[in-house]
C-alpha cells in the first residue's frame, strides 16, 4: 500500500512537473518576462521623448528562441492610437533586438556614416592610451552604434548629436589579459568615453574569457 501511494506521489510530480514545463516554454518564465518587460520599459523611456504616452499592453514569448516579444500602444493625445512591436534577445541582462517604429524613423544611412565617424574617433583616442583592441573582422566596426532618426540635420558626427535611442557599441580586448588587466582597460575605455562627451546607455567590453558592460559610472559584470 505505502509503495502504490508513494508511486502515485511520484506519477504526481512528474505529471505536474512536466505541466510546468510545457506551460514556461510556451508562455516564458514570469520572473524572465518581467526582467525583460522592464529593460523594454527603461529602452522606449531613453528613446523616445514621448514615452509616457506609451504603455505595453501584451507580451509574447518565443519558446524556440526562449526571446520575448512586447506589443506597444502609443496614444498621442490627438485621439489616434499606434501599435508596434519591441523584440528582445538574450538574457541576463536582456537587449533590444527589434523596435518596429523605430525602423521607420531612422534614417539608416546617416546612422551609418555616424557610426563610422564615431567609431573612427573613439579608436583614435584608445590606440592613443594603448588599450589593446582587436581590430580584425566585425570588431573594427561595431566600438559606438550610433542611430539618428530622419529629422536629424547635421552632416558629420560629433558627440553633440543627438542620438535616437540610446548609443551602444561592442569592444572586444586582447585574449591574453588577466582579470586585474582587464578591468583596469576597462576603465580606461571609460573614462575615454567620459571625456569624449559621448552620451551612452552601456558598451559591452569583452574577450573570450571577461564580458562586461561599462556604463557611465560603473564598469558591471555580466552574470551568467
Do not use: C
Not at 492610437?81 to 521607420?104: A, G, L, M, Q
Not at 546612422?111 to 567609431?119: G, H, K, P, V, Y
Amino acid at each position: 500500500m505505502k509503495k502504490n501511494k508513494m508511486i502515485g506521489a511520484i506519477g504526481f510530480i512528474v505529471i505536474v512537473a512536466a505541466l510546468l514545463i510545457a506551460y514556461f516554454s510556451v508562455n516564458g518564465n514570469p520572473i524572465a518576462k518581467q526582467k525583460a518587460k522592464d529593460v523594454v520599459k527603461n529602452y522606449l523611456e531613453m528613446t523616445y521623448s514621448n514615452a509616457k504616452d506609451m504603455e505595453i499592453v501584451k507580451a509574447g514569448h518565443n519558446w524556440y528562441m526562449d526571446t520575448y516579444s512586447f506589443e506597444v500602444e502609443f496614444k498621442d493625445g490627438y485621439g489616434n492610437t499606434e501599435t508596434f512591436i519591441v523584440d528582445t534577445v538574450d538574457d541576463r541582462p536582456y537587449e533590444i533586438n527589434y523596435d518596429t517604429r523605430f525602423s521607420k524613423l531612422e534614417d539608416t544611412k546617416k546612422s551609418e556614416l555616424f557610426t563610422e565617424q564615431a567609431t573612427k574617433e573613439l579608436r583614435k583616442q584608445l590606440e592613443a592610451e594603448n588599450v589593446p583592441l582587436v581590430t580584425k573582422d566585425y570588431a573594427a566596426d561595431e566600438l559606438l552604434i550610433i542611430n539618428v532618426d530622419k529629422k536629424n540635420t547635421d552632416k558629420t558626427w560629433s558627440p553633440n548629436v543627438k542620438a535616437f535611442g540610446p548609443v551602444g557599441g561592442n569592444i572586444i580586448l586582447d585574449n591574453h589579459l588577466s582579470k586585474e588587466q582587464f578591468l583596469a582597460e576597462a576603465k580606461k575605455i571609460q573614462v575615454v568615453l567620459n571625456n569624449m562627451g559621448v552620451t551612452y546607455d552601456k558598451i559591452n567590453v569583452s574577450t573570450d574569457n571577461y564580458d562586461y558592460y561599462v556604463t557611465p559610472k560603473k564598469i558591471e559584470d555580466i552574470a551568467y
